[in-house]
């Protein structure tokens, strides 16, 4: 049984949802759908790629996920449907897909164009069910040679510094950093190091979030291997003053 996953900006007050739900499983009743999320920030490509990156290969190999974050908005793009990593995407070619995976695409179709003012129902949908059934991709669109991609915020490293930025507030108010474990131990080896958080300065990551009193900050690298800021049981971004894209850096003590 095929899965869908769905991923919009459409929130959850209104049809929308529904009615791309309602679509897929009247032209393909067999197939389960899976919300991944319908909360994120409108048109915030941004968010709706981190999201989507940070979950989709939690689910088996073959998914189908569509993706409506600012879909209405895509004045040039088209619509495309891919494959990446052995998952199906199909959404806007707005840039969004272009950030999910540094991996090379594996195929990817340009969808027939048609005016539509909720493209996740008309146009979308009726391609996941297709996909969902079994549809090659060639059958559901034009072969591409590739599509929109952006390029993510890049980490600076070196021997001295490790040079990030917060790439997501999350819903708990935590700073969640492109600064991966990797990078940071491969460059630590048993070095001293500060981590420099707006005006605060840490010099200890902890592996847990309850690791310290309510009310101080923690340090973490979470389950995705990013660095992770936040304060238990408090509100990091709000009390740091921190935001989307703020710095934070790891400088090392010279040996």
Known sequence: MAII??????????????AIKARIISINPSVTIIDI??????????????????????FPKGTIHLVGVNSTGNREGGYIALQLE????????????????????????????????????DILAPVAAQLGAGEPLTKVGKPIETFLKM?????KATRKIIAGHVIRVDNYGNLIT???????????????YT??????????????????????CFLIFNSLGLLEIGIYKGNASELLGLQYDSPVNVTFDES
């Open 195 to 216: 981590i420099q958080v707006g005006g605060e300065k840490f010099r200890r990551i902890h592996t847990n979030y309850f690791q310290t009193e309510q009310g101080d």
């Open 37 to 58: 999320s319908h909360s994120i920030m409108a048109c915030d490509i941004a968010h709706g790629a981190y999201v989507l990156k940070s979950v989709f290969r939690d």
């Open 178 to 192: 492109n600064i991966n474990k990797v990078d940071f131990d491969i460059l630590t080896k048993g070095r001293n």
């Open 86 to 121: 052995d998952h199906f995407f199909v959404g806007a070619d707005n840039g969004l897909l272009g950030l999910i995976s540094d991996q090379p695409h594996q195929q990817v179709v340009q969808l027939v164009a048609q005016e539509s003012t909720f493209p996740e129902k």
């Open 5 to 18: 996953t769905l991923l919009t900006d459409s929130g959850g007050s209104d049809h929308y949802a529904g």
């Open 151 to 155: 390029l993510n915020r890049q980490v």
